[in-house]
């Protein structure tokens, strides 16, 4: 290989390199009638083995909002097929219980189960009450490794104490997915206030090293699905979408890059 | 004829100069004036009669002037309204004699006014009576001499009295007026020789038609919490628009002790034959015009008096007032004035609004100079327990719908001397695991001789956050005006007990919608009087807190508050309550700047079911 294609060689792989960080850092928006979600999401680290998987932290959110600004229907399910690359490992971990973190501030709920913890992420929510100037209600989000009902779940214990200290916890369901993904997430979500609030935005970042019969472990690892000689590879991420309760179902699939990480 | 007033001076008492010259005529061969059979004289809108000059005044029957004989009148000396001259050729000296006022509906007209003309000539009375019409509406004022004996006269002189009791009353305003007369000679009874006699009015012009009624209104006295009557004085100058209306609202605190009283049966209302057990107060007023208005009630007449009745016009109480129109000589019954009360249901400040204030009765328009309302009843009025600078406040109303806001400034005293040590307690019922729902109770107890409770706010544990799911439906600000909130809204029950009413006062405690950032928790308690109670919801240091920022300055020996458990409750465990006590947080100040913090545990089932355990 001369030193012209080697230079171009390089900057390919530059460019690549920016795309893949750009798309990242980006944003899939979808759109149905007056109704917009924009999800965000990623893996880091960006460079993960060809072969075999490595540690990995998951990041995943959405944005809620209308075009017209109306109030948006409310929030009402999440679901996130993660692409199968991605394996969730459990081993290991305790198991949290509904009611050991429900309703509790995020201190308490982290001093209950700080073994369980396995994720953190922010809520935002909007509540309009009649006669009411709308105030943002916004809190933390805690992943906890749970069971419930017998089932393997994820907690997201949220907690705010604007305008008043209270607690929610989401139950993400677990389950098989089918093709390119995995593993499914799927929450249902109560209703914020009543009938008067409505979600505006939910983040959530998944990762966890810990030790199990001595040896090192992580929720999750992904690998690089790069073919031979290629040291860039562009996947389908996850498959999200959210459910409102007016019917509409707002999804994307979220298309990432990462890199090979040499050895 | 020529009658004309003593002044120029607009809305003064005046007298009345009345000339009725008949020339004779000289010629030889010439007809002599035909004697006069009838005269009217018609004073323009405005003047009319005064009220003052009856204070004191009497009346002449018809037996004591004698009409149809010729004995001498024997009409008291109070009677007399002037003095009369007659001359003619007849006599050599002219005929003296005076105007005195008739009895009222005791006259050869039947009428309310009439005066006799009654003079002396020689071995004869001549005594005249005359009929004074007043307009029942504007009080325009006809006097009207008829069927006059036919006796040649060249000059009549009528000299009615001047100074602050003058019967008439000149117009409120300056201008050029005109007296009409009506001569009608027996020769033509039919064709009146018709005058018109110019009455300018274009003195003491200033103020006429302005609107600046005054106001005084305190206690007599003035140390806080005591009972003590209240006086409340509107008056108004000369010249000013007459008073319509007359709002008042009482200073926060300014409250009435209802417990016990008697209330004046509806039926009776309108008439103001109340019971005497419903008296709270007299009223005392001056009308007129003039240096010597007239004062109601005058000595030796019925005694005015104010009563407390039921239910008007929306207002849960009301307020009679009844004045015996009785001065001089004359009665002309009751004068009944019914005053909506009603409570500020945030302040508790009683707001009384009067009925229109009549504005002539008889004919004879009732100027008020003076409305005096003083509530004496015993233990009635009870004072403010806060001695910060309060104030009664009026929108007073002319008869030309002009408002005036007079307000004058009270306080009390000696504050310090009251006690402030409410004690406040919770208790919950519901679980007391981590996620149940609780059902949270507070009793607030006040103690004798405590000033009243002017803020609180209630800061509960950590342990306890908002069942946010439990938020149903908010009550909005229309629907609670409305008395319409939605059942959904209601979210516990308040009780209040105070001394001062008969029966607690209580209802249903609502989320309602609000200008602060979330909605209010609103007790809204209904009895004899509605309040409304409403806290501020916020947070502090991750606790719900509830402050109370505007209580009413009324004393309440207990106060309950309700709050619903269940799938109502917006209270949930965030830790188990068994654990480690769980306190509120409370702050109070009374209305007398005093303040009261406790940090009372909130009392739980914890206990009982260890108990309960312990037993088995």
């Known amino acids: 290989m001369g030193r012209r294609s080697t230079r171009s060689a390089v900057a390919l792989a530059a460019v690549l390199c920016l795309l893949a960080s750009a798309s990242l850092a980006g944003a899939e928006v979808t759109q149905e009638g007056n109704l917009r979600v924009s999800f965000t999401g990623g893996i880091a680290p960006n460079a993960l083995p060809r072969k075999g998987r490595a540690p990995v932290k998951v990041r995943f959110g959405g944005e809620i909002k209308t075009i017209d600004g109306q109030a948006p229907p409310q929030l009402r399910e999440i679901s996130l097929a993660i692409n199968r690359n991605g394996k969730f490992d459990f081993r290991g971990l305790p198991a949290c219980h509904y009611h050991q973190i429900?309703?509790?501030?995020?201190?308490?709920?982290?001093?209950?189960?700080?073994?369980?913890?396995?994720?953190?992420?922010?809520?935002?929510?909007?509540?309009?009450?009649?006669?009411?100037?709308?105030?943002?209600?916004?809190?933390?989000?805690?992943?906890?490794?749970?069971?419930?009902?017998?089932?393997?779940?994820?907690?997201?214990?949220?907690?705010?104490?604007?305008?008043?200290?209270?607690?929610?916890?989401?139950?993400?369901?677990?389950?098989?997915?089918?093709?390119?993904?995995?593993?499914?997430?799927?929450a249902e979500l109560p209703r914020v206030a009543a009938e008067w609030g409505y979600v505006s935005g939910v983040s959530l970042s998944l990762s966890k090293v810990f030790r199990y019969k001595g040896k090192q472990r992580s929720l999750l690892v992904a690998g690089c699905p790069a073919p031979g000689g290629a040291e860039v590879a562009a996947f389908n991420f996850a498959r999200a979408s959210f459910g409102f309760e007016d019917?509409?179902?707002?999804?994307?699939?979220?298309?990432?890059?990462?890199?090979?990480?040499?050895? | 004829m020529?009658?004309?007033?003593?002044?120029?001076?607009?809305?003064?008492?005046?007298?009345?100069?009345?000339?009725?010259?008949?020339?004779?005529?000289?010629?030889?061969?010439?007809?002599?004036?035909?004697?006069?059979?009838?005269?009217?004289?018609?004073?323009?809108?405005?003047?009319?009669?005064?009220?003052?000059?009856?204070?004191?005044?009497?009346?002449?029957?018809?037996?004591?002037v004698g009409l149809g004989n010729n004995d001498a009148p024997t009409c008291p000396s109070g009677a007399k309204l002037g003095n009369v001259t007659i001359e003619t050729q007849l006599l050599k000296d002219p005929l003296q004699g005076e105007v005195v006022l008739a009895k009222q509906k005791e006259n050869p007209f039947n009428s309310t006014y009439a005066v006799y003309l009654l003079a002396k000539g020689l071995g004869f009375y001549l005594k005249l009576p005359a009929e004074m019409n007043l307009d029942q509406e504007t009080g325009q004022l006809r006097?009207?001499?008829?069927?006059?004996?036919?006796?040649?006269?060249?000059?009549?002189?009528?000299?009615?009295?001047?100074?602050?009791?003058?019967?008439?009353?000149?117009?409120?305003?300056?201008?050029?007026?005109?007296?009409?007369?009506?001569?009608?000679?027996?020769?033509?009874?039919?064709?009146?020789?018709?005058?018109?006699?110019?009455?300018?009015?274009?003195?003491n012009c200033e103020g006429g038609g302005e609107f600046n009624p005054r106001l005084q209104a305190g206690v007599e006295n003035p140390v806080a919490g005591a009972k003590s009557p209240l006086v409340i004085r509107v008056t108004r100058e000369d010249g000013e628009q007459n008073l319509s209306k007359i709002e008042v609202t009482l200073p926060k605190g300014e409250i009435a002790n209802l417990k016990g009283l008697e209330v004046c049966p509806e039926d009776v209302a309108a008439s103001g034959n109340c019971p005497a057990g419903s008296q709270v107060g007299i009223a005392t007023s001056a009308l007129g015009t003039g240096a010597f208005p007239l004062f109601v009630p005058q000595a030796g007449k019925e005694p005015t008096a104010l009563y407390f009745a039921g239910p008007y016009k929306g207002a849960p109480y009301s307020l009679i007032t009844k004045v015996p129109a009785q001065a001089g000589p004359f009665d002309f019954g009751d004068i009944v004035v019914r005053t909506a009360i009603d409570l500020n249901p945030v302040t508790a400040q009683v707001i009384a609004k009067s009925d229109p204030l009549p504005q002539i009765l008889e004919g004879v328009p009732i100027q008020y100079r003076d409305v005096r309302i003083e509530v004496k009843k015993p233990d009635f009025s009870v004072n403010p327990t806060s001695c910060e600078q309060r104030y009664v406040t009026t929108t007073i109303t002319s008869?030309?719908?002009?408002?005036?806001?007079?307000?004058?400034?009270?306080?009390?005293?000696?504050?310090?001397?009251?006690?402030?040590?409410?004690?406040?307690?919770?208790?919950?019922?519901?679980?007391?695991?981590?996620?149940d729902f609780q059902a949270l109770t507070?009793?607030?107890?006040?103690?004798?001789?405590?000033?009243?409770?002017?803020?609180?706010?209630?800061?509960?544990?950590?342990?306890?956050?908002?069942?946010?799911?439990?938020?149903?439906?908010?009550?909005?600000?229309?629907?609670?005006?409305?008395?319409?909130?939605?059942?959904?809204?209601?979210?516990?029950?308040?009780?209040?007990?105070?001394?001062?009413?008969?029966?607690?006062?209580?209802?249903?405690?609502?989320?309602?919608?609000?200008?602060?950032?979330?909605?209010?928790?609103?007790?809204?308690?209904?009895?004899?009087?509605?309040?409304?109670?409403?806290?501020?919801?916020d947070s502090e240091n991750g606790g719900i807190r509830n402050t109370f920022e505007t209580v009413p300055d009324a004393p309440v020996t207990k106060f309950v508050l309700k709050m619903k458990g269940g799938k109502k409750s917006l209270i949930v465990n965030s830790r188990n309550l068994c654990l480690a006590p769980v306190r509120a947080k409370v702050r109070m100040v009374g209305q007398n700047g005093k303040r009261h913090n406790e940090r009372p545990a909130i009392q739980t089932s914890c206990g009982k079911k260890s108990k309960k355990g312990k037993k088995k």
């Open chain 2, 143 to 203: 006097v009207i001499f008829d069927n006059l004996p036919k006796l040649p006269f060249e000059n009549v002189h009528l000299d009615f009295r001047g100074g602050p009791t003058a019967p008439l009353v000149t117009p409120n305003t300056c201008g050029d007026y005109t007296i009409k007369t009506e001569v009608f000679p027996w020769a033509r009874p039919n064709e009146p020789v018709v005058d018109s006699v110019p009455m300018p009015i274009n003195e």
């Open chain 1, 247 to 263: 019917g509409r179902n707002l999804g994307v699939t979220m298309t990432r890059s990462c890199r090979v990480k040499q050895p």
């Open chain 2, 442 to 537: 507070a009793i607030l107890k006040t103690g004798k001789k405590e000033a009243n409770m002017s803020r609180v706010q209630v800061a509960l544990p950590h342990a306890l956050f908002l069942a946010q799911e439990h938020i149903g439906t908010v009550c909005t600000r229309v629907q609670f005006a409305a008395d319409n909130c939605p059942a959904a809204s209601v979210y516990g029950f308040a009780r209040a007990i105070t001394p001062l009413l008969d029966k607690p006062l209580e209802g249903p405690v609502y989320l309602r919608s609000s200008t602060n950032p979330l909605p209010d928790l609103v007790a809204d308690l209904q009895g004899q009087f509605d309040i409304e109670l409403a806290g501020r919801i």
């Open chain 2, 399 to 435: 008869i030309d719908g002009t408002e005036a806001h007079p307000s004058v400034p009270t306080k009390v005293g000696d504050c310090g001397a009251l006690n402030f040590g409410p004690k406040l307690k919770f208790k919950v019922k519901g679980g007391t695991n981590r996620g």
């Open chain 2, 2 to 64: 020529t009658p004309l007033p003593g002044t120029h001076r607009a809305h003064s008492p005046t007298g009345l100069d009345v000339s009725i010259e008949v020339p004779s005529n000289e010629a030889p061969d010439g007809f002599s004036a035909s004697t006069v059979k009838r005269t009217v004289i018609e004073f323009p809108e405005g003047m009319t009669v005064s009220p003052s000059a009856v204070a004191g005044l009497d009346a002449c029957s018809e037996a004591q």
């Open chain 1, 102 to 186: 429900h309703p509790a501030s995020t201190k308490e709920a982290i001093a209950t189960c700080p073994d369980s913890v396995i994720g953190e992420g922010v809520f935002s929510a909007h509540v309009e009450l009649p006669e009411q100037s709308p105030f943002p209600s916004a809190g933390s989000v805690t992943a906890f490794n749970g069971a419930f009902h017998g089932r393997h779940v994820i907690f997201a214990h949220v907690f705010g104490t604007a305008p008043l200290p209270q607690s929610q916890v989401l139950v993400f369901n677990l389950s098989k997915g089918s093709g390119a993904y995995g593993t499914t997430l799927t």
